[in-house]
């Protein structure tokens, strides 16, 4: 668990080397979806969260994908909890029951809050990449703090929601300067 969580932060250090703008933001996804790996072994689902002992724990992705062919391929044949991991790209309306980790891209930012009470926050674990996400109610939020990337976490929404957040996670964890007070 903590090889992963370090994978992700070396790989944050790889920003601060001079890339290419493009090259830079590929390696920022990349440790994204490192990230999103991370906290399906980090955080705790309510035990209704599964409809079934063999349901796979589905990482879904709204709006424009950054992660391409990345995130599939950093999941192909992994297991979390005994439960093993699959990826779903979802359609702007598209149906959300069986996700568990759902990516919601800032091109959805308009309708963030709407989003946020059309779902079941009990099952499902909302990231973003915009800070006004949290303060719409989601769960976790990245953001780019100098050349590193770092996630802040809105607790009252993850207590409301009883995600259970690994001591290990929450160290890791910011509050960028302009997050929201929880």
């Known amino acids: 668990m903590r090889r ?11 920003l601060a080397v001079g890339r290419s703008p493009a090259r830079a933001q590929s390696l920022e ?3 994204k979806a490192a990230f999103l790996y ?14 079934s002992p063999d349901e796979p724990l589905t990482f879904c992705m709204l709006g424009r994908d950054p992660f391409g062919r990345v995130l599939d391929d950093l999941l192909a044949g992994e297991h979390v909890r005994h439960r093993r991991l699959a990826v779903r790209r979802v359609e702007r309306n598209g149906r959300l029951d069986g996700c568990h980790i759902l990516f919601v891209s800032p091109t959805e930012q ?3 809050a709407t989003l946020l009470r059309g779902i079941d926050t009990q099952r499902v674990l909302t990231v973003s990449d915009s800070l006004d996400f949290l303060a719409a109610g989601g769960h976790v939020s ?3 703090e100098g050349s590193r990337v770092r996630f802040a976490v809105n607790q009252e929404a993850c207590e409301r ?17 302009s997050a929201p007070r929880q």
């Open 38 to 51: 991370n906290f399906a072994k980090f955080v705790e689902w309510p035990p209704d969260a599964f409809a």
């Open 161 to 177: 929601a009883e995600f259970r957040m690994s001591s290990k996670l929450m160290q890791v964890a910011r509050r960028p300067a």
């Open 4 to 14: 992963a969580l370090c994978l992700a932060a070396a790989l944050g250090l790889l």
């Open 110 to 112: 308009g309708r963030f």
């Open 142 to 144: 990245f953001f780019v």
């Open 29 to 31: 996804d990349e440790i």
